[in-house]
C-alpha cells in the first residue's frame, strides 16, 4: 500500500511541477496565443494536481469509516 501512496504524490509532485513550468512560460511567452495555451496549460496541470489530492483525501477518510465500523 506505501507504493500506491508514494506513487500518487509523485504524481501530484509530477502535475504540480509541470503546472509551475506551463506559469513560468506563460510569463515568459512574448506571443498572446502562447501565453493563453501555457496558462491553459497551467490550469489543466493544477486540476489533475487537486484530482489526486481529492480522491487520496476520500480514500483516507472510506478507511477511516470502516475502520470505525463495528465487525460484522
Not at 3 to 30: C, G, I, K, M, P
Not at 56 to 66: A, C, D, H, P, V
Request: charged letters at 30%; glycine letters at 2%; one cysteine or more.
Amino acid at each position: 500500500m506505501l507504493v500506491a501512496s508514494s506513487a500518487r504524490l509523485s504524481n501530484v509532485d509530477f502535475f504540480l511541477a509541470r503546472a509551475e513550468q506551463a506559469r513560468v512560460d506563460a510569463e515568459v511567452a512574448t506571443l498572446d496565443h502562447v501565453r493563453q495555451r501555457c496558462r491553459r496549460s497551467e490550469e489543466a496541470w493544477t486540476a489533475l494536481a487537486v484530482g489526486v489530492q481529492r480522491a487520496e483525501q476520500f480514500k483516507i477518510l472510506e478507511q477511516e469509516r470502516k475502520a470505525a465500523q463495528p465487525p460484522a
